[in-house]
């Protein structure tokens, strides 16, 4: 919905400072393999979510797995954007990455709390 793009439209800017803190290996020049940055973008997707208590807290490690792997996975913004609020959002970000893009790391943000919000949404 609208709130979604306005939300993210306002912490872009510190979206992508984290990006840059947690994903260096992204922006620099890494002589590393695809694969290597693949797994990289792993442990760096969940050294974040425990450095923000997200896992195991919010939601559970193998959630965060599943989500990064769905992500990570993802070859274009069409296919990791599939839904149009987040496509919005996608397509303002700068290609910032190799692998695992900033475009990836909104898409597992905004996944994270989707999950979160629908799993604390099923409690009594």
């Known amino acids: 919905?609208?709130?979604?793009?306005?939300?993210?439209?306002?912490?872009?800017?510190?979206?992508?400072?984290?990006?840059?803190?947690?994903?260096?290996?992204?922006?620099?020049?890494?002589?590393?393999?695809?694969?290597?940055?693949?797994?990289?973008?792993?442990?760096?997707?969940?050294?974040?979510?425990?450095?923000?208590?997200?896992?195991?807290?919010?939601?559970?490690?193998?959630a965060c797995f599943l989500i990064w792997y769905s992500v990570a996975n993802a070859e274009s913004k069409e296919e990791l954007a599939n839904n149009p609020e987040i496509r919005n959002i996608v397509s303002n970000s700068q290609n910032l990455g190799k692998k695992f893009t900033l475009a990836h790391f909104i898409v597992f943000i905004y996944r994270l709390g989707v999950i979160y919000f629908n799993h604390s949404q099923e409690k009594p």
Do not use: A, W
């Open 1 to 62: 919905n609208e709130d979604t793009q306005v939300i993210f439209s306002d912490i872009l800017p510190l979206i992508k400072m984290m990006y840059s803190m947690y994903f260096e290996q992204e922006i620099h020049n890494s002589k590393g393999k695809k694969q290597d940055l693949k797994k990289m973008s792993l442990k760096s997707v969940m050294t974040f979510s425990r450095d923000f208590e997200l896992c195991p807290y919010l939601v559970h490690q193998k």
